[in-house]
């Protein structure tokens, strides 16, 4: 693991620009935010990902959904010289090098990202309640969980979704996730959900797959109340209790 000086050292060539708000991750920041379904092509693991044709389908995000991952990444950039003040809806923006009065630039971010990615993620508590939800969603409907990370980060996230009880179906995704979604849902005859943090995702579902019901969830309380929404485009719920009766509305 880079300490914040050798973070330093690390500035590079390799630049990925980040949107100017409601990007918490900076994956989604690396496609154009115009989503288009036509030019997808789906990974294996989304093509090998289990769809029923006769059941309802639960398609659901990691971070900020199932896993409280700000707080996480809070508790691993804090073992390395790093804070976090929480500002904005946002990721790098609110990590400082303690005591600094500006934020970490996305190179750095970008460093610390990848290592939580690696080998972070026993920092990260699940989100309260979703274990239990998708459990009792998963007798009657098929789950995939659908997650922007990192390749490298895959067996990390795939354990540590076994070791906190959800293990279904993994699908590492990059970038809006409207054509995955639509590539999920067109393999069931029954009602579909897409849960995800970020409007981005959302509306990108919104255009691809449109019969998709849609619901946002933040489950960090801190972050809760800086979070963009569109109630009126997609169902706001941060409490994995009520989101499961809505989802349950949705389904079946
Ligand atoms: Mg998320």
Do not use: C
């Not at 699908?171 to 809006?176: D, K, M, R, T, Y």
């Not at 970020?198 to 797959?209: E, F, G, K, Q, Y």
């Not at 019901?213 to 169902?235: C, I, N, W, Y």
């Amino acid at each position: 693991m880079a300490t914040g000086s050798d973070l330093e050292a690390t500035r590079r060539s390799r630049i990925i620009l980040p949107l100017p708000t409601d990007i918490l991750k900076p994956a989604l920041a690396e496609r154009s935010p115009l989503s288009s379904s036509s030019a997808f092509k789906p990974a294996q693991d989304l093509v090998s990902a289990k769809v029923a044709p006769d059941r309802p389908l639960v398609i659901v995000d990691v971070d900020e959904v199932l896993a409280l991952f700000v707080e996480g990444f809070e508790r691993f950039v804090g073992q390395h010289g790093f804070e976090m003040r929480f500002d904005k809806f946002a990721l790098f923006q609110n990590v400082y090098r303690k005591g600094d009065d500006n934020h970490i630039d996305m190179l750095v971010g970008k460093t610390l990202f990848d290592d939580f990615f690696r080998d972070g993620s026993d920092h990260m508590d699940p989100a309260p309640g979703a274990a239990k939800a998708l459990a009792h969603l998963s007798n009657r409907a098929d789950v995939v969980i659908l997650t922007n990370a990192p390749e490298h980060g895959r067996d990390e996230r795939a354990r540590w979704l076994k070791r906190h009880g959800m293990d279904y179906p993994l699908v590492i995704n990059s970038g809006l996730k409207g054509p995955a979604a639509a590539h999920l849902a067109a393999r069931t005859n029954r009602p579909s959900v897409f849960i995800d943090d970020m409007i981005p995702n959302l509306d990108s579902v919104a255009t691809d797959a449109p019969k998709v019901g849609r619901f946002q969830m933040v489950a960090d309380q801190r972050l809760r109340h800086m979070a963009p929404s569109k109630p009126h485009a997609h169902e706001r719920i941060d409490d994995w209790d009520r989101l499961q009766a809505a989802l349950e509305n949705a389904l079946f």
